[in-house]
């Protein structure tokens, strides 16, 4: 799948969703270290686990975060 995302340094993220787990998540533009440490911790959770865990994170004064558009493209998904 692939996700624009809005509102974020990133401008997308790629993950995939198989039997039940996430899997393959890549952010493009953003924070690379930051957005690598979280590809790969939610690598092999439900969905459901990570959008409770990243769902409602801000970035600094913005209303959502790259972490909260994962949590966004994973709602849409399901």
């Known amino acids: ?35 690598q440490g979280i590809a790969k911790l939610v690598e092999g959770m439900t969905p459901e686990e990570v959008i409770a865990k990243l769902e409602g994170i801000k970035c600094g004064f913005r209303p959502t975060s790259c972490p909260d558009q994962l949590a966004t493209a994973l709602k849409e998904t399901l």
């Open 1 to 35: 799948m692939t996700y624009r995302t809005k509102g974020t340094c990133s401008q997308t993220i790629d993950f995939d969703i198989v039997d039940g787990k996430v899997t393959n998540v890549k952010f493009f533009g953003g924070c690379n270290g930051n957005l």
